[in-house]
């Protein structure tokens, strides 16, 4: 038994001791999360009873490889921008390419960025790459904060030093930091920005970003939430409903927004005039696509690469081609693409190159030959990537059940936050059946850095 578990045992004997075990002490935590906006449609998104432990020695390795990997992300993106050859190989749409062509006026492609990765003892596999919008970072902090002094975590943290991991504060620090480049960059005089957070509102349930809003008024920056269809640019100045914007957060995907607008929307004029600082910029759709691992895993590409970008990407990020026909690498070996990816379903997953939209997922294991080939055939009608699949990170978490404890096995997905290539934060994400998978069970859990036990 590792110390980690060793460490996640003894929580649960807690849990399991009294004065715990008449569960008094969750309903207070209950109420608490629903008194700071931790609830989505009435639901909890915490419905566990203990935080995701991450030893010390496995933060520092998330670190360092989300750092080298969001390196080698932005290296990559600026070479593809410089490359029809390798713009195409993204599959883009022509609109997106149009987009993404347009300066920000701040050098990183990426603003913030999030990660979605597996953790299983000393290994640490990437699952994926999120560079339109964080999600979860505001609630996790928010549970952070509830967790670390209710009862149960009080008494752990008589054996154990625990960390917490926030990322409100270096979010704006880092929107902050991006608008002055914006503004040195057009040649203007920097001011105190009115934020914008740009996302298409739902009616009936309430956003994270109400959380980063108030903090950022709290912080004496004016700020709004607004969606597009409310914007209009006159004069040289973008507004919402009277509301002047100089930064924008954006958290509508290219996809999403060319659906329903055209390039003539406010928004892309004012953005293309340099009238309004857009973040996370319309370049950084390229490293959201799934494709980007293509290009990653492509050692040809990548042979010039700093050296510890290249041992992040060998190590840590999935094996990953576009689904066409034709001849590519298999590490060393080439291979028939096709042909490989029929033989070998059962560590081959099928994901659409964009989440956005409603093209589904094919996981090889799920399938038999016969159904595996016609998930074939669809991919290969659509954009779509193959990568070789990691074992999930599956452990016990306690959940209250009709007011009784009960440890279910859940699957754990870590997802650190990076400001600037800087990884600042860190959630997880749990559910019975993978990720983004939906069921009562499933939710966000706080993250804290457990170090060695107290003597």
Same mark, same amino acid.
């Given at each position: 038994?590792?110390?980690?578990?060793?460490?996640?045992?003894?929580?649960?004997?807690?849990?399991?001791?009294?004065?715990?075990?008449?569960?008094?002490?969750?309903?207070?935590?209950?109420?608490?999360?629903?008194?700071?906006?931790?609830?989505?449609?009435?639901?909890?998104?915490?419905?566990?009873?203990?935080?995701?432990?991450?030893?010390?020695?496995?933060?520092?390795?998330?670190?360092?490889?989300?750092?080298?990997?969001?390196?080698?992300?932005?290296?990559?993106?600026?070479?593809?921008?410089?490359?029809?050859?390798?713009?195409?190989?993204?599959?883009?749409?022509?609109?997106?390419?149009?987009?993404?062509?347009?300066?920000?006026?701040?050098?990183?492609?990426?603003? +913030?960025?999030?990660?979605?990765?597996?953790?299983?003892?000393?290994?640490?596999?990437?699952?994926?790459?999120?560079?339109?919008?964080?999600?979860?970072?505001?609630?996790?902090?928010?549970?952070?904060?509830?967790?670390?002094?209710?009862?149960?975590?009080?008494?752990?943290?008589?054996?154990?030093?625990?960390?917490?991991?926030?990322?409100?504060?270096?979010?704006?620090?880092?929107?902050?930091?991006?608008?002055?480049?914006?503004?040195?960059?057009?040649?203007?005089?920097?001011?105190?920005?009115?934020?914008?957070?740009?996302?298409?509102?739902?009616?009936?349930?309430?956003?994270?970003?109400?959380?980063?809003?108030?903090?950022?008024?709290?912080?004496?920056?004016?700020?709004?939430?607004?969606?597009?269809?409310?914007?209009?640019?006159?004069?040289?100045?973008?507004?919402?409903?009277?509301?002047?914007?100089?930064?924008?957060?954006?958290?509508?995907?290219?996809?999403?927004?060319?659906?329903?607008?055209?390039?003539?929307?406010?928004?892309?004029?004012?953005?293309?005039?340099?009238?309004?600082?857009?973040?996370?910029?319309?370049?950084?759709?390229?490293?959201?696509?799934?494709?980007?691992?293509?290009?990653?895993?492509?050692?040809?590409?990548?042979?010039?690469?700093?050296?510890?970008?290249?041992?992040?990407?060998?190590?840590?990020?999935?094996?990953?081609?576009?689904?066409?026909?034709?001849?590519?690498?298999?590490?060393?070996?080439?291979?028939?693409?096709?042909?490989?990816?029929?033989?070998?379903?059962?560590?081959?997953?099928?994901?659409?190159?964009?989440?956005?939209?409603?093209?589904?997922?094919?996981?090889?294991?799920?399938?038999?030959?016969?159904?595996?080939?016609?998930?074939?055939?669809?991919?290969?009608?659509?954009?779509?990537?193959?990568?070789?699949?990691?074992?999930?990170?599956?452990?016990?978490?306690?959940?209250?059940?009709?007011?009784?404890?009960?440890?279910?096995?859940?699957?754990?997905?870590?997802?650190?936050?990076?400001?600037?290539?800087?990884?600042?934060?860190?959630?997880?994400?749990?559910?019975?059946?993978?990720?983004?998978?939906?069921?009562?069970?499933?939710?966000?859990?706080?993250?804290?850095?457990?170090?060695?036990?107290? +003597?």
């Amino acid at each position: 038994m590792t110390q980690l578990d060793e460490a996640i045992a003894r929580y649960h004997r807690i849990l399991e001791s009294e004065p715990y075990r008449d569960m008094r002490w969750v309903k207070t935590l209950q109420e608490q999360m629903e008194a700071q906006q931790l609830s989505a449609g009435g639901r909890l998104l915490c419905p566990f009873l203990r935080p995701n432990f991450v030893t010390q020695k496995q933060y520092d390795t998330l670190v360092k490889t989300g750092e080298a990997l969001i390196s080698a992300v932005d290296r990559m993106l600026h070479l593809a921008l410089g490359s029809p050859h390798l713009l195409n190989r993204m599959q883009l749409f022509p609109a997106e390419k149009m987009l993404a062509a347009i300066d920000p006026g701040y050098e990183m492609s990426e603003v +913030s960025a999030q990660l979605d990765l597996q953790i299983q003892n000393g290994s640490l596999h990437i699952l994926q790459y999120n560079a339109d919008a964080i999600s979860g970072a505001a609630y996790a902090e928010g549970l952070s904060d509830l967790f670390f002094d209710c009862p149960p975590v009080k008494e752990f943290r008589r054996r154990y030093n625990l960390t917490r991991v926030g990322g409100k504060t270096p979010f704006l620090e880092a929107l902050l930091k991006a608008y002055g480049m914006f503004k040195s960059t057009a040649g203007k005089k920097t001011n105190k920005p009115n934020i914008a957070i740009l996302e298409f509102r739902n009616p009936t349930g309430r956003s994270e970003y109400e959380i980063f809003r108030d903090f950022f008024r709290a912080e004496g920056y004016p700020t709004e939430l607004v969606s597009p269809e409310n914007l209009e640019y006159r004069n040289g100045v973008l507004r919402s409903n009277g509301f002047d914007i100089d930064l924008i957060y954006r958290r509508v995907s290219a996809r999403e927004f060319l659906v329903r607008f055209t390039l003539d929307h406010p928004l892309v004029q004012a953005y293309r005039d340099k009238n309004v600082c857009i973040v996370n910029s319309f370049r950084s759709e390229l490293s959201h696509k799934k494709a980007m691992f293509a290009l990653l895993t492509d050692e040809a590409l990548v042979a010039k690469f700093p050296l510890a970008e290249r041992k992040a990407i060998r190590e840590h990020v999935p094996w990953t081609r576009v689904v066409k026909a034709g001849k590519t690498t298999y590490h060393e070996d080439a291979v028939d693409l096709l042909e490989h990816i029929k033989e070998n379903r059962e560590k081959l997953v099928l994901r659409p190159n964009d989440e956005y939209g409603d093209l589904q997922t094919f996981v090889g294991s799920e399938h038999d030959a016969p159904s595996w080939e016609r998930a074939l055939r669809e991919a290969q009608r659509s954009p779509y990537v193959v990568q070789e699949i990691a074992k999930a990170a599956r452990t016990l978490f306690p959940m209250m059940t009709y007011g009784h404890l009960e440890f279910k096995e859940m699957q754990v997905d870590v997802q650190p936050q990076a400001f600037l290539g800087k990884v600042a934060g860190c959630s997880s994400y749990l559910s019975a059946s993978g990720m983004g998978s939906y069921s009562p069970a499933s939710g966000i859990a706080p993250t804290f850095i457990i170090n060695d036990a107290k +003597s």
